[in-house]
């Protein structure tokens, strides 16, 4: 299978620990998004990269959050000093980018609880 | 700013049922317009798209008219199956500018079919 993959599916951590998540795109996409989706609410855009350059981050991503591309490859977004309100999915999706637009395609997501 | 809104859900409806998930949305720009959807357990996956008005996009039965008049894209099925059980998630997304990127979600509608 070639899709989105991300590990860990699921992490429970306690609040204040720092944590971790991984997505590997599909091999050809150059660009890669984070989004957080929360119960109840449909996904909202986190940040995103072309290659290896972060390009625009939301609001939504405090400085608790950083992300990283490293070579335009694999992905990593650490949470720092983990809240309850951090509590969500956290999805990846990646595209083929240019000047035409292509389709994002979703991992399976990670889910985040913070107790 | 974009933003989407769609049908509250629940829906629940029985199999062979006609299927309406409203959706209208408003955007800067001309914006291409997603339907995905959310199976249990499983990620995001595009059901179907349009990229200008009065396309009608389609897909496993399911289809949807981009009305530029009434800012709608709404979700239609003739005949449901219990396997369409699932999260129904409009989207938008406005290509301007080189930033072709992020994608607006509403807040999804659960759809439950019963046999």
Request: aromatic share 12%; net charge neutral.
């Amino acid at each position: 299978d070639t899709g989105v993959s991300q590990d860990p599916r699921h992490k429970i951590t306690k609040r204040g620990q720092n944590v971790t998540f991984r997505c590997d795109p599909i091999s050809e996409h150059n660009r890669l998004y984070w989004y957080r989706q929360t119960l109840g609410q449909g996904p909202e855009f986190l940040t995103y990269f072309q290659n290896e350059a972060q390009l625009e981050k939301s609001r939504l991503l405090s400085d608790r959050f950083s992300a990283e591309r490293p070579k335009g490859s694999f992905s990593t977004l650490e949470i720092q000093r983990t809240e309850q309100g951090d509590s969500a999915m956290y999805l990846c999706a990646s595209s083929i980018g240019g000047t035409v637009t292509y389709e994002q395609y979703f991992g399976p997501g990670t889910r985040l609880t913070v107790t | 700013g974009n933003s989407v809104t769609q049908m509250e859900g629940p829906v629940t409806l029985s199999e062979e049922a006609f299927l309406t998930i409203n959706c209208t949305y408003t955007a800067t720009g001309y914006p291409s317009l997603f339907w995905y959807v959310q199976y249990p357990g499983e990620g995001l996956q595009l059901l179907l798209k349009a990229t200008k008005a009065d396309d009608k996009g389609s897909n496993k039965g399911f289809e949807a008219t981009y009305r530029k008049e009434t800012t709608s894209f709404h979700l239609e099925k003739g005949s449901v199956q219990v396997s369409d059980s699932a999260v129904y998630f409009c989207a938008l997304r406005t290509d301007s500018g080189g930033s072709n990127y992020k994608l607006t979600f509403g807040k999804g509608t659960l759809l439950t079919v019963n046999p």
